[in-house]
């Protein structure tokens, strides 16, 4: 059932076994498995059934840190959430993402592959995907008739990604949810505070305002923030009438450990020995098995003995039909003259960037707008022998405490602080880069695919180019001990007993895999446990 | 011996483009120019600093198809130990700068 919170009176009290604040992925996710049991729910969501920019204002924040997308562009908040303008790519993490490795601080989840494996077969279908197959990429390659590559394993591997249709959560299950009598999806009702017991071991109700209307409150169970990787932290912060700090905070780590893909565009070229290269699924979407995949180079695993400790990558690769010099000599030039040295052969350097400039021009136009098509696209094929590739890379960042959000001063509509973005990568991450660049030119480089030229990072910092995922992880993350995570291994908040988190705020390390498979794998199993204790 | 040394020098040539063209076979047309810019830089670089010419030494310029596959080889090894060089951005096997530096240096001489 529907309703709209603007029309309850004032100080109204709403009663549930389990409040559920936020309807994006993991929120709608969980609902649907308590509507299933029939247990009554009251889900809070912050926006109406449609984009209203007063309400999407709320997510406003400041990005201090790293550059990264805006704060209110990077989300979305109504019903759905952010599912209502997601991608759809989507891919389990590797069994090697949940365990402990040894230079990777405060890697490791309480968690294995296998215990997830049940949820993400059952997240496959409410994200509308094919069969739960991950492992096995070369069964899905020969579906297409050709062979792959024999990459060594602990190198590079191909990953497979499913791409959902892609499901928009808030229109595709949003008739199941009216329907239902056991779960009341409050629309237009923001969260405000958590109201905790004197001793702040349980959560006694949630409050709620509403835009332009009442305040009221639920009373519930069980709470559980499924608001996105983001205000989940936030809400626990802005909690803080009983524990200063904020619920669940007591060790500091709520915020701490923000994490994103960071994505590298245009981090190297390939130019490949022989035209037209067996690289199937690289370069486009295929429909297979009833769904539609395709693949991207990833790391490969265990990590070769003797390299330095680096986290996982995936690369992206996109065709090039006619290789350009010029690009190639741009790189030099400008990294060279960014150094303050004259780089070696400036002539012949700017005879190729004479000879490309159109491409240079489209390439610098996409570069700086980050938009596709550029008014200076020289006369490319489109077609004909591929003779190199594009590489992106895109990878995981390795947990880091000083990667964080806080409240700021400033204040939104609610007079609710703010967040403040402060984004930081580790060395860790440099190694991860270097990595995913260096693994690829060996193992194109062993196999006579190519040769691969790599753009170095800078010296000190990260290239201006370099952009986040929107995949925002960590700031609640899961861990046994409450000195290192804020959330146990079933997503309760350590400390106390009945406020649970959903979502990737709760993810200790991010792999290299987009997040939301994961997510409604993590809720679906959440629900399970809810089901399990209100019963 | 001016002779002797046209003859051996246009082999290696022979050789060495040979050598390139099965590692950069897509770009046959630039080969000659752009492999030996590679050689040049490679050269300047501090990894390639003082090289020795050990293709000279493995006596290549004696049996050029049989070099070109010891070439390939060596090459596929480089690569699978990991032993390669950065020149200008490009991460090439050790050999293969090596051969671009031979092309280099008899360009010039
Ligand atoms: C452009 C873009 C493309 C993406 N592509 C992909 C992709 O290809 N694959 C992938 O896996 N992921 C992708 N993502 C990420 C994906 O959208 C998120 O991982 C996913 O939506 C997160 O689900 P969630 O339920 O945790 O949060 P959200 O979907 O953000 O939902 C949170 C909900 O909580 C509500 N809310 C917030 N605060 C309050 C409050 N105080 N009170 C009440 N309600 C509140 C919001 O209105 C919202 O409805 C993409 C994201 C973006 C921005």
């Known amino acids: ?535 | 011996m001016r002779a002797t040394k046209q003859t051996r020098r246009r082999v290696l040539q022979w050789v060495g483009a040979g050598l390139a063209a099965s590692s950069f076979g897509t770009f046959a047309p630039s080969l000659l120019s752009g492999a030996i810019a590679i050689g040049r830089a490679y050269l300047s670089s501090p990894a390639g600093a003082g090289l020795t010419l050990v293709m000279l030494r493995a006596g290549i310029a004696n049996s050029p198809v049989q070099a070109r596959d010891w070439f390939q080889r060596e090459v596929a090894r480089n690569f699978a130990d990991g032993d390669v060089v950065m020149v200008e951005g490009w991460m090439l096997a050790r050999i293969e700068a090596q051969a671009c530096a031979m092309l280099y240096l008899e360009a010039e001489a």
């Open chain 1, 1 to 535: 059932m529907f309703i709209d919170a603007r029309t309850l009176p004032q100080g109204t009290v709403l009663e549930a076994a389990v409040c559920i604040v936020g309807a994006g992925a993991a929120g709608i996710t969980l609902a649907l498995s308590l509507h299933e049991a029939g247990i009554t729910t009251v889900v809070l969501e912050s926006g109406d059934l449609e984009f209203d920019g007063a309400t999407q204002d709320l997510d406003g924040g400041a990005v201090v840190g790293l550059p990264n997308y805006p704060l209110d562009t990077s989300r979305l908040r109504y019903f759905g959430g952010t599912t209502n303008h997601w991608a759809g790519w989507c891919r389990p993490l590797d069994a090697i993402d949940f365990e402990p490795r040894a230079g990777i601080p405060l890697s490791g989840w309480p968690l294995r592959r296998t215990d997830l494996v049940p949820f993400y077969k059952r997240a496959q279908k409410l994200c509308e995907l094919g069969p739960f197959d991950y492992d096995d990429p070369d069964a899905w390659i020969r579906e297409t008739g050709a062979s792959g590559q024999k990459f060594d394993p602990a190198r590079l591997k191909t990953a497979i990604f499913q791409v959902s249709p892609p499901t928009r959560f808030g229109q595709t299950y949003r008739e199941a949810l009216r329907r239902s009598e056991a779960v009341k999806v409050c629309l237009n009702a923001n969260a405000v505070d958590l109201e905790s017991n004197a001793n702040a071991s349980s959560v006694d109700r949630v409050k709620v305002k509403c835009l332009d209307g009442p305040a009221f409150s639920v009373r519930a169970g069980y709470v559980v923030l499924a608001t996105g990787g983001l205000e989940n932290a936030r809400i626990l912060l802005l909690a803080d009438k009983v524990r200063p700090a904020g619920l669940g905070n007591d060790h500091d780590r709520v915020g701490r450990c923000f994490m994103d893909h960071p994505w590298f565009r245009r981090a190297a070229i390939a130019r490949f020995t022989h035209p037209d290269p067996a690289l199937p699924l690289m370069f486009d979407e295929v429909a297979l098995r009833g769904t539609t995949v395709f693949g991207t180079l990833a790391a490969g695993t265990p990590q070769p003995a003797g390299e330095p400790v680096a986290g996982g990558f995936r690369i992206v690769m996109q065709r090039l039909y006619r290789v350009i010099d010029g690009i190639d000599s741009l790189r030099t030039v400008t990294g060279a003259l960014s150094g303050l040295s004259v780089p070696a052969h400036l002539w012949d350097h700017l005879g190729s960037i004479l000879e490309d400039r159109d491409a240079i021009a489209d390439a610098l136009y996409r570069t700086m707008t980050g938009w596709r098509t550029s008014p200076f696209a020289p006369a490319m094929p489109a077609s004909g022998p591929v003779t190199g590739a594009v590489l992106d890379i895109n990878m995981e960042q390795a947990p880091n405490p000083a990667s964080r959000v806080t409240l700021s001063r400033k204040r939104d509509a609610l007079g609710q602080n703010r967040l403040a973005l402060d984004w930081r990568l580790s060395d860790v991450d440099r190694e991860t880069y270097l990595r995913a660049q260096r693994m690829v030119a060996l193992e194109f480089g062993r196999l006579d695919i190519g040769r691969v030229n790599a753009k170095p990072l800078p010296e000190a910092g990260w290239p201006s180019d370099m952009v986040g995922s929107r995949h925002h992880m960590g700031t609640t993350r899961m861990s046994d001990d409450p000195k290192t995570g804020v959330v146990d291994a079933t997503g309760r908040v350590h400390g106390i007993a009945n406020l649970y988190v959903a979502g990737s705020s709760v993810f200790p390390t991010s792999g290299y895999a987009n997040p939301t498979l994961t997510i409604v794998a993590l809720a679906l199993r959440l629900g399970d446990e809810l089901r399990r204790l209100v019963a």
